[in-house]
């Protein structure tokens, strides 16, 4: 298994307060993203990044930002949470471009309850 | 990316070939077959992907029709551990930026 970590596993916290949660690689892997999946939904896109400092919003980024200082590290910020963002967070690394190409890994995931 | 389709359930008996079919009709000629799948409350799980070519794997197998519009994973001899919702996901290789859609799956219940 690829070497994702994710912390912390399980959040409960109030409406209106700050959350950050954090990806850890040990692949020095290029490309990391934040997914949310939701019954019904899927997975979906949040924000990645392409780089250290280099982010991009995904499909759901509304109410979410990201952070990226280290090639190992990729953090997501609720601002200020609410209820709507209840949901399982995972993490992926990917390294486009090599004989691995862009395959996926994904961690472990995180579970946050908003209340 | 191209959407696909995949039954919603399937069964399989321990020990036996599981075989989850995905259907990919509007696949473009530079778009790969993925497979994933996910054991419940895990991060999904790459399992293997492939452009034309039949493919292997330690994990499982992947047949692609001639004309690319369809692709079966074969699990060669499935175990209680195996049993998981399955995503069959077509994307353009190399574009790390794109989101991979996972739509609903194939929930494969391997039975004693």
């Known amino acids: 298994d690829a070497g994702i970590t994710q912390s912390p596993r399980h959040k409960v916290t109030e409406t209106g307060t700050p959350v950050t949660l954090r990806c850890h690689q040990t692949e020095n892997h290029r490309y990391m993203y934040w997914y949310r999946q939701d019954p019904g939904h899927g997975l979906r896109l949040i924000h990645y990044s392409y780089g250290v400092k280099d982010t991009d919003k995904g499909e759901v980024s509304d109410g979410y930002s990201v952070s990226r200082s280290k090639t190992e590290d990729f953090l997501l910020t609720l601002e200020s949470a609410t209820s709507s963002q209840t949901s399982v967070y995972f993490c992926?690394?990917?390294?486009?471009?090599?004989?691995?190409?862009?395959?996926?890994?994904f961690g472990p995931g995180t579970r946050l309850t908003v209340l | 990316d191209a959407k696909t389709t995949q039954p919603t359930s399937m069964d399989c008996a321990e020990g036996r070939a599981a075989n989850l079919p995905c259907n990919h009709s509007t696949i473009s000629g530079n778009e790969y077959v993925y497979w994933y799948r996910q054991i419940h409350s895990q991060g999904p799980q790459y399992i293997i992907h492939g452009l034309k070519n039949n493919e292997t794997n330690e994990m499982a197998s992947l047949i692609i029709t001639e004309d690319r519009k369809s692709s079966t994973l074969i699990l060669p001899h499935a175990t209680l551990r195996d049993t998981a919702v399955y995503y069959c996901?077509?994307?353009?290789w190399g574009t790390g930026a794109n989101n991979l859609f996972f739509g609903t799956g194939t929930r494969l219940t391997v039975i004693p």
């Open positions: 996901i077509v994307r353009v």
């Open positions: 992926a690394i990917s390294e486009a471009g090599t004989s691995g190409g862009d395959t996926q890994y």
